[in-house]
């Protein structure tokens, strides 16, 4: 999805209850193709373009790590470093949704903006 430049969208993710229903719904609806992910004891997707089949989004069961993540989609923002951009989160009014986490050597966090709307940060190491 991004081209790795600071400041450009990353990833894009949806966590939900019903995430292979959802999963079928942007199927049929956009023409995603999807991929399953192992979490352990579930499944979530890759949602992958029709015709490249280039990754562009993810659908989760808000379990896990997701499970106080509300239903919608979240942004994950690259940024260059993850630390320098908390502190920025909390000077400019904003507030941290969940710690700091890693997913292989990347490191992200959801974040609130003051007017409350959540996203993500995303650090590639």
């Given amino acids: 999805m991004s081209d790795n430049e600071i400041g450009t969208m990353a990833w894009l993710d949806l966590s ?3 995430a292979t229903e959802v999963k079928s719904f942007y199927e049929d609806v956009v023409g995603w193709k999807s991929e399953s992910v192992a979490m352990g ?4 997707y890759v949602m992958l373009e029709p015709i490249k089949s280039g990754a562009v989004a993810g659908i989760c069961h808000a379990q896990g790590v997701n499970k106080d993540l509300p239903p919608a989609w979240l942004p994950y923002f690259l940024v260059a470093d993850i630390e320098a951009s908390i502190k920025a989160v909390e000077a400019k009014g904003g507030s941290l949704v969940t710690e700091i986490k890693s ?3 990347d490191k992200y966090a959801v974040i609130k903006d003051p007017a409350g709307a959540a996203c993500a940060i995303y650090q590639k190491i």
Avoid: E, F
């Fill in 103 to 105: 997913m292989g050597s």
């Fill in 16 to 18: 939900v209850s019903n």
């Fill in 41 to 44: 004891d579930y499944d979530d």
